[in-house]
Each structure stands twice: as structure tokens, then as C-alpha cells.
């Protein structure tokens, strides 16, 4: 059994080890195992460490079968040195110990008992077994929270036997019947716990609650401690800064300028379809005032719904005419032909006999047909087959 330093001094970092085995798992992954370790493996909703062995990277540290399993490509044998890579552990440890606060705060004061325990890279969560939770609670539990770290209580672990454990009044029951340790933080939080965390609330530094969500039926809570409050705080305020500047306005009052420019932005939004449409039949008058009685353009990248919007325009406004419009895109070719009422044609064999040339396909009805279809020869030439079959 390797023996477990971060239960002796969860400070130790850097430690001297035999190599009691050069292991290969069942995918192939080389591993060590050492006679003791500091090294924490996955456990308890806490990721493991990372550092080296000799220099040489721990990936992963996993506790498999009573083995603890240092993931590395060293290869040694006799003793080696140890290195945990401490932010990373440090990191985890305010985490961990921001959550056993945190979810004592919200039990102890608002009867929400703590589901499950998610220690992210970025963020933290607990699941609370509640409907709701009002943002005054998570404010308060919030402020609660960091006067139990203000207040730099210890947080004792001890080693306990089941007959124990009845001593003590615990959170949640314990899952182990032996080896059972014990997070304290005295009056506070009783937890059977395997994880690791400071030995004082004062070094979680800081906890901050940064937003909630329903859950299945419970709410998720997302929260960071520690080094993690700043770096939200100066991710956030990188963004103010951002905003301040492009939108002219003090932080407090963001919001109400975005609305301002969100209304703004509606706003130019129909004033831009009602002169599309003033275009459509100023355009439309364009072409009628030529005596053609085949009005045949050839556009570039139009948006369809525009030509389709002109084309009938022209045919409503003058019932006599026809209209032929080409649309050429990067890759397609695209037809409209229309016609006014009084002009006896079905629109759809015109179209149909230039479309076979495109390898298109389209339709509609006899006096409004569009349709598409490959490059396949010019707009200009799509343009005369259609002329020629009308
Ligand atoms: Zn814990």
C-alpha cells in the first residue's frame, strides 16, 4: 500500500519515493506506483494532481484496485523525486474547502441540502435538492460564506471507526465502513471526506457565487474560490472596459445604453424594409418607362426575394409586359420570369426549356416561375435561350 503523504501534511510537495512498480494498464498507458506519494489521485470529485517524477510529467494519477497510479513515461527503478505541481493542487484545495463552506452555509441557514459536487477547470458547482432559490438566498449564503472564511477557522481532519462516527453530527452518511476521515470546520461542517483542503477557512480567500440554474428539478449553483474570484474578476472587468468604451457609457450604466442600441437597431430595421420596398417601385418605374415590352435584366448577388419583389411590381404596375430576370452567384445561375395578365403565356415552358440547359429546377405558377441551377454558360447567353423560347 503506497503511503498517502497528503493525509500526513497536505503541504508536502515535493517528496522522495521508491518505485515499487513499473506498471502497463488495459490501454497500453505506462504507470508507476511508489512506495508513498504526495501525488492525490481522482477522488471525492476532485481531479488528481499533476507534477514530475524525476522531471518527467505526471499526466495522471489514478487509484485503481488499493493501487495508486502515477500516469508517465518515465522509466526508472530505486528512488525518485517527487514534485506536485502546487498552483494546480493549492487551486483544488481552495475549491474543495470553498465547497464543504458553502454547502454548510446553504443547509445550516436555508435547509438546502447539497446533491453532488462538480470541480471544474474554470468553475465550480453544487447541485442543492431545492425548487427554486431566490437571488436575496444566494446573495445571502454568498455573504455567509466568506464571513466563515473571514473568520479563519481550522478545518481539522481525523480517522474515525463507524462506532464513531455517531459522535458527530454528519452532513450526508457515510458510504466506507473503515478508514473513515473526517472534515471539520468546527461547529460549522461535519463531512466524511477523502479530499484535500487547507487547514483554515482564511485560505480560501474568497468564494463568489456566479449564477444558477435549474437542474432536473434541483438548482445548480456555480461558484470559484480562491485565485479563481480574481481571474473572473479581471476576465469581467476586461469586458466592462471593452463595453465603456465602444458604447460610451459608465459600467452602471451598460445595460441601459445596450437597450438603447438595440432599439436603435429595430428601428433601422424597418426603416431599411419600408425604402427597400420605396426602391422596388422606383425601380419598377424605371424599366416601365422604356416601351419594351420584354423588360430583361441580368443582376449580380441579389438577394432573390428582391428580384422576385421588383419582378412582380413591374408586372402589377403594367399587365402587359414580361419580364425576365437572370441572377448570377458565385456558383448558380438563377431565373425569374414574369408576366401581367393580360399577356397570354404559360411562364413555365420557358423556363423549364433553359433550366434543362443548367441542369436547374424550378416552377410556379403560369404568370410567376423561378428556378436555378449551375453555371454552366453565361447569364448573358441563359439570358438569349430565354428570350429565344418566349
Ligand atoms: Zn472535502
Known sequence: MTEKLFYQDVYIHEFEAEIEKNGIDEQGSPYLVLNQTAFYPTGGGQPFDQGTLNGAQVQEVEEVEGEIRHYTDLKATGSVKGEIDWERRFDHMQQHAGQHILSAVFENKFDAKTISFHLGQEVCSIDLEVESLTEETVLQAEEAANLVILENRPIETKWVTYEELSQYPLRKAVSVKEDIRLVIIPDIDYNGCGGTHPGSTGEVAALNILHTE?????????????????????????????????????????????????????????????????????????????????????????????????????????????????????????????????????????????????????????????????????????????????
Not at 428601428?267 to 425601380?283: M, N, T
Not at 416601365?288 to 415590352?293: C, E, G, I
Not at 413591374?314 to 419580364?323: G, P, W
Open 214 to 390: 435549474k437542474q432536473k428539478g434541483n438548482i445548480r449553483v456555480y461558484f470559484v474560490c480562491g485565485h479563481r474570484v480574481r481571474k473572473q474578476l479581471d476576465e469581467k472587468h476586461l469586458v466592462v472596459q471593452s463595453l465603456t468604451a465602444r458604447l460610451s457609457a459608465p459600467q452602471d450604466q451598460l445595460p441601459q445604453a445596450a437597450d438603447r442600441l438595440l432599439e436603435q437597431v429595430r428601428d433601422l430595421e424597418k426603416e431599411k424594409e419600408e425604402l427597400k420596398k420605396q426602391l422596388a417601385e422606383l425601380r419598377a418605374d424605371g424599366y416601365l418607362s422604356t416601351s419594351n415590352h420584354v423588360i430583361k435584366e441580368i443582376f449580380h448577388d441579389q438577394e432573390i426575394a428582391d428580384i422576385q419583389h421588383l419582378a412582380k411590381n413591374i408586372t402589377l404596375k403594367a399587365d402587359d409586359r414580361i419580364v425576365l430576370f437572370v441572377n448570377e452567384t458565385d456558383d448558380k445561375l438563377q431565373v425569374i420570369c414574369a408576366r401581367g395578365n393580360s399577356v397570354d403565356m404559360n411562364m413555365n415552358l420557358p423556363l423549364k426549356k433553359v433550366l434543362s440547359l443548367i441542369n436547374g429546377r424550378g416552377g410556379g405558377k403560369p404568370d410567376f416561375v423561378q428556378g436555378g441551377g449551375e453555371k454552366l454558360m453565361t447569364a448573358e447567353e441563359l439570358l438569349r435561350h430565354l428570350e429565344a423560347e418566349l
